[in-house]
DNA sequence: ATCATATTCAACCATATGGTTGAATATGAT
DNA sequence: ATCATATTCAACCATATGGTTGAATATGAT
């Protein structure tokens, strides 16, 4: 069942709210990484990269592994699981929506009397 | 593939990294609620609660309907799609997490050697 | 016309956020 | 011991956020 208590959700999605964090994380999805190498990409201060990082360590998002002066951040999954559960009580919202959608195609594609192709862009005087 | 910029996802995870913000969604969930429908389990302002509605629209989460002097707001999921999109990158890596957990569950119990079911709790001494 | 209801607006406030810079800390290399 | 490298800390700043209150607006009911 996995409790997701509202402060949880909030710095996680909140730790998601913000481009530089995500770009991040999707960094360390290609694998470990150390703060000055998390920070590069990035046209900001390395002062500003590592509170990112921080907000990533407190919503659970990434571990830190201090080795000698580096840090190793690694990429902490199991927060997005909680991020995820709480999404799939809406899926059927959006689930519902595109296969109203799909419904709405179909009616016109039958509709329509076998259309020939398209003419090709341009060939037709507007 | 549905494009999600970075700036739409800011907008939607930040709408999402709130209790009150969070809680309205799932009251929409259930069917369509005026404003003052949804402000009223909160101990905030009305003035407050609208605030909050208006953050959820602009990140495309619900709809407003004006209908005489009163605002019906309905659940707009795409947005949440979006967000669940993104989270779908990360998702093997819970999965995978949960896999290993499973095994060292399964090689603990292989391990032992048939424990004959539990105590009951409270007969054995602390 | 008058009054009540639903909602927003404007001004304000305290705190959080995301950034900066310069100094401090801790480790590694010579 | 000395110097370089990796990272954080502290102080600061502008803006955003989440709340308040009282007035304004717009519609509905009588």
New binding site residues.
Partial sequence: MVEYDSQTLDTIF?AL??A?RRAMLGDLAVGDR????LAEPF??????A??????LEAAGLIR?DV??????CSLEPMPLMSADQWLGVYRRFWTNRLDTLEQLLRADDAATPHPPKPPLPGTEGE
Avoid: F, N, P, Q
């Fill in positions: 909140h709210g913000d530089t150390t703060v000055g190498e046209a900001m201060s390395l002062a500003a590592s509170k990112h990082i921080k907000v830190r080795r000698g002066r580096t840090h190793v």
